[in-house]
């Protein structure tokens, strides 16, 4: 059975740092493209963020480029979100997604999600 | 960056009714749309990929067609379990998610 499962939100300053986690059981990651994908309270789904395979692609929505970084263990088979300067806006449910193939697909199987919240 | 306009943003109807909803590209997308379900506090759920075809396990009571620009999510037969909200996604490079149509009970 996949599952992905999120770790490590919690409330966070303005301006501070946050680390989220993603590990993977009942599948390989290292075959599969990863994503990030939030949800801000009573909105509706952003993407976030996507891995290649072996993690040398990198892609971010504008929302976040410069300031969010994403990166995988295929070895640990789990997903990373590195987030830093953290607005109030960025305050969201974050879910990692496992695509259906190598690139640029649908997702398949969702976490179900780790809150962030961006607050003073 | 290609743009994606869902409709309606609320949909009311009843158990049993035929619904469907609409995702309008700003751009061709070919057939590389999904559709998704989420019910409230849970994870979103993959029903229709590359446009028309049913992820396992979905009831065939859901169904999609479209190609291009312009795709529908049709929804016959309502059980009570689909009142939910459901988002189109586009992924033809890069990833776009509609605004999402919230399906109520009417």
């Known amino acids: 059975d996949v599952q992905l499962l999120e770790s490590g939100g919690g409330l966070v300053q303005p301006g501070g740092s946050l680390t989220l986690s993603c590990a993977a059981s009942?599948?390989?990651?290292?075959?599969?493209?990863m994503s990030w994908v939030r949800q801000a309270p009573g909105k509706g789904l952003e993407w976030v963020s996507v891995?290649?395979?072996?993690?040398?692609?990198?892609y971010f929505a504008d929302s976040v480029k410069g300031r969010f970084t994403i990166s995988r263990d295929n070895s640990k088979n789990t997903l990373f979100l590195l987030m830093s300067s953290l607005r109030a806006e960025d305050t969201a449910v974050y879910y990692c997604?496992?695509?259906?193939?190598?690139?640029?697909?649908?997702?398949?199987?969702w976490g179900q999600g780790s809150l962030v919240t961006v607050s003073s | 960056d290609i743009q994606m306009t869902q409709f309606p943003s609320t949909l009311s109807a009843s158990v049993g009714d035929r619904v469907t909803i609409t995702c309008r590209s700003s751009?061709?997308?070919?057939?590389?749309l999904a559709w998704y379900q989420q019910k409230p506090g849970e994870a979103p759920k993959l029903l229709i990929y590359?446009?028309?075809n049913l992820e396992s396990g979905v009831p065939s009571r859901f169904s999609g067609s479209g190609s291009g620009t312009d795709f529908i999510l049709t929804i016959t037969s309502l059980q009570p379990g689909d009142f939910a909200t459901y988002y189109c996604?586009?992924?033809?490079?890069?990833?776009?998610f509609g605004q999402g149509t919230k399906l109520e009970i009417k």
């Open positions: 997604a496992k695509e259906h193939g190598s690139s640029w697909c649908y997702f398949d199987s």
């Open positions: 009942g599948f390989s990651i290292s075959s599969y493209a």
């Open positions: 891995i290649g395979t072996d993690g040398g692609s990198r």
């Open positions: 751009q061709s997308i070919g057939r590389w």
């Open positions: 590359d446009a028309s």
């Open positions: 996604q586009q992924y033809n490079g890069q990833y776009t």
